[in-house]
């Protein structure tokens, strides 16, 4: 499948035989684990938890009177004269059980649903990331299986059959076939 793969970018390269050793890549399970909270998908639920104690904040700040003043100035037409505004607001947070209370309920709410699907999401790359060190381990035996075991048993078996075909009680067939399957 590879090969095929290759063919598309390659071409007809892509059937050359492989030179040198595979590259040794050091993959420490304990790293990968540590650093699986700085996964970018994973990132994003620390920004938006923020804008959520930001919200929680401001629903709380909405419990306290306040007030403010504000101020207007108007250069209007030939005909009128010019206008200056003064606007005094006071903000009194009555009926705190029915207004602010519910607001501030819900933006916890919306807290907690975060924190859900922030944990939600590391034990989905967490999963991920197991199921990935156990198919290298695995493939990891495999290729030292291969280099071990299988790889020295093909050898012998095409120097068996050369030695075979060289005293005439094998045919060059059997031997093309051990180096092929080699």
């Known amino acids: ?6 063919r598309r970018w390659l071409g007809d390269a892509a059937d050359a035989p492989l030179a040198g050793a595979l590259p040794a890549l050091p993959i ?12 970018p998908e994973l990132a994003v639920f620390a920004a938006k938890a923020e804008v959520l104690a930001a919200a929680v ?8 009177p306040d007030w403010a003043l504000e101020t207007t100035y108007q250069q209007r037409a030939a005909p009128f004269s010019d206008m200056l ?5 006071f903000d009194l947070p009555l009926f705190a059980d029915a207004r602010q209370n519910p607001q501030i309920a819900a ?38 299986r ?8 093909a050898q012998r078996k095409v120097a068996l059959a050369t030695a ?12 093309i076939a051990a180096r092929r399957a080699r």
């Open 1 to 6: 499948r590879a090969i095929a793969a290759l």
């Open 28 to 39: 420490t399970a304990d790293a990968l684990r540590h650093g699986l909270h700085r996964h």
């Open 57 to 64: 904040d401001q629903a709380k700040a909405a419990k306290t």
């Open 85 to 89: 505004s003064v606007q005094l607001s």
């Open 107 to 144: 933006r916890r709410a919306e807290q907690m649903a975060l924190a859900a699907e922030r944990d939600a999401a590391f034990r989905e790359h967490r999963a991920m990331l197991e199921a990935g060190l156990a198919d290298y381990r695995r493939l990891t035996l495999a290729v030292a």
């Open 146 to 153: 291969q280099r071990e075991v299988l790889l020295p048993l």
């Open 164 to 175: 075979a075909w060289s005293g005439v009680k094998a045919a060059l067939p059997e031997v």
